[in-house]
């Protein structure tokens, strides 16, 4: 699947590291997935809301009625965090696994991939759908 059918298709989406200062790009991010439709499941186990939303420490702690629904999992963590949030994703059944643009763990892409999920690594959600017109 390409990068713009990804984009189209999965609109439910969790944002694994995202902060809560505005001038980090996980958050500057997450407002412009925000304002382009997608609904957001903020994760960062130090905060409990973020750009209006109710934050989960974990892929795990959300509440299964909205965990179910999540389709892709953002990940804005170092390489080396990847592997438990790949894991996670996994368990809750996600269908994308996207490292942000500076992020990769090529045995974690390997695990999700064998897994059944679509996985996009290096790559910045925003400037791909700016990028494709979306």
């Known amino acids: ?38 609904e957001l499941y903020p994760v960062n186990p130090s905060l409990d809301e973020v750009i209006g939303l109710k934050c989960w420490p974990s892929l795990s702690a959300i509440p299964e009625e909205k965990r179910k629904l999540i389709e892709m999992v ?25 490292m942000q643009l500076g992020i990769a763990n090529d045995g974690a892409a390997e695990k999700a991939s064998k897994a059944g999920l679509e996985v996009v690594q290096n790559r910045c959600v925003a400037i791909e759908h700016q990028r494709l017109g979306l």
Do not use: C, Q
């Open 1 to 38: 699947m390409d990068i713009g059918s990804i984009l189209t298709t999965f609109r439910h989406v969790a944002v694994v590291g995202i902060s809560d200062r505005p001038d980090r790009p996980s958050n500057a991010v997450s407002r412009y997935l925000k304002d382009a439709g997608y």
């Open 74 to 98: 953002v990940i804005f963590r170092k390489p080396a965090d990847v592997p438990p949030v790949v894991d996670e994703a996994i368990a809750i059944g996600a269908r994308v696994v996207w």
